[in-house]
């Protein structure tokens, strides 16, 4: 069973940044593709950034060039660094590791899921 944290959200001035930090435990880490994802109220899950175990990266067109993905495997641990944050990045932010991931961004299937309980990211003057 892997367990995954997530961490570093909170309120920020529009324009300022953030970075989340999700850290896993379990040992299947390094060879799993990872995703951040967010979910603003009324408004479905989506998928922020990706990164694949050969560190292929995905974005949303809405964050690219502001937001970047990244992963340490030695610490077990992946990041999301939010650059010129807009309100409309306002949502909770959730870390994914395994199939949803992998599905948005191809690779093989491994049969597993896991989901954080999310960290609240709010822009807001």
């Known amino acids: 069973q892997v367990q995954l944290a997530e961490s570093g959200g909170g309120l920020v001035q529009p324009g300022g940044s953030l970075r989340l930090s999700c850290a896993a435990s379990?040992?299947?880490?390094?060879?799993?593709?990872m995703g951040w994802y967010r979910q603003a109220p009324g408004k479905q899950r989506e998928l922020v950034a990706g990164?694949?175990?050969?560190?292929?990266?995905k974005y949303a067109d809405s964050v690219k060039g502001r937001f970047t993905i990244s992963r340490d495997n030695a610490q077990n641990t992946m990041y999301l660094q939010m650059n010129s944050l807009n309100p409309e990045d306002t949502a909770v932010y959730y870390c994914?590791?395994?199939?949803?991931?992998?599905?948005?961004?191809?690779?093989?299937?491994?049969?597993?899921?896991?989901w954080g309980q999310g960290t609240q990211v709010t822009v807001s003057s």
């Open positions: 990164i694949s175990s050969d560190g292929r990266l």
């Open positions: 379990g040992s299947i880490f390094s060879k799993s593709t």
């Open positions: 994914n590791l395994g199939d949803s991931t992998t599905r948005a961004m191809g690779g093989i299937i491994f049969g597993y899921d896991f």
